[in-house]
């Protein structure tokens, strides 16, 4: 599975979108994109994937670019209970493990 | 949709002795489950796949004889710590994965147990 490089740690003010960029640049081409967060001492939670496309749901958008090499995870409005550590990973298609990188240790300031 | 639960949350246990961890997928059959360790604000390591029915796929570098998981039914898988250490301290993480049909796969996590050895 393609590796990911996440920035270690990001601020985002309260209310405001949260932007977190993510790159997989050896990323083949069924390979897809999750997005999960972890609040601490708990479990992983789901937030998000996509191929190609761009992805929307009641979370969060999921932004990748046309040559599939990063991609951006956008919460519209951050709240204070967003702040986690979010992990993006890269998934084959016949490979069901997920590989966990260091992920971006999110901070939404009031 | 898609519950994971873990018992116990939290265990304290003496050196030497073993422990069980039981993970649950409460509203889906899950063909596949996951076993993670993780240590103290450093990410989740991987440690086994089971398959419903058959033997775990372990990761390098984990010892099969020293953490045994049972993947007997569509909906629990249970890891045993045997022979505890306190360098097996830490948070161990199940997730569950459903086959909806598609290609993908989505994992689902549990919320962790907390293992403490003394």
């Known amino acids: 599975d393609a590796k990911t490089t996440q920035p270690p740690s990001m601020d985002c003010a309260e209310g405001r979108a949260a932007n977190l960029p993510c790159n997989h640049s050896?990323?083949?081409?069924?390979?897809?994109v999750y997005w999960y967060r972890q609040i601490h001492s708990q479990g992983p939670q789901y937030i998000i994937h996509?191929?190609?496309n761009n992805e929307t749901n009641e979370m969060a958008s999921l932004i990748i670019t046309e040559d599939r090499k990063s991609s951006t995870l956008i919460l519209p409005h951050a709240t204070l209970r967003d702040t986690a550590v979010y992990y993006c990973?890269?998934?084959?298609?016949?490979?069901?493990?997920?590989?966990f990188g260091t992920g971006t240790s999110l901070t939404v300031i009031p | 949709g898609a519950v994971v639960s873990q018992h116990p949350s939290r265990v304290i246990c003496k050196s030497g002795t073993s422990v069980k961890i039981e993970c649950r997928s409460l509203?889906?059959?899950?063909?596949?489950m996951f076993w993670y360790r993780q240590f103290p604000k450093k990410s989740l390591m991987l440690m086994a796949t089971?398959?419903?029915?058959?033997?775990?796929?372990?990761e390098q570098g984990v010892e099969k004889d020293k953490f045994l998981i049972n993947h007997a039914s569509l909906t629990l898988s249970t890891l045993t710590v045997t022979s505890a250490h306190p360098e097996d301290s830490s948070f161990y993480i199940c997730?569950?994965?459903?086959?909806?049909?598609?290609?993908?796969?989505?994992?689902?996590f549990g919320p962790g147990t907390r293992l403490t050895v003394l």
């Open positions: 990973i890269v998934r084959g298609f016949t490979g069901n493990q997920f590989y």
């Open positions: 997730s569950a994965s459903r086959r909806t049909g598609g290609i993908t796969d989505t994992q689902y």
């Open positions: 996509g191929l190609k």
């Open positions: 050896t990323i083949s081409g069924n390979e897809y």
């Open positions: 089971s398959n419903e029915g058959s033997k775990a796929t372990y």
């Open positions: 509203d889906f059959q899950a063909t596949t």
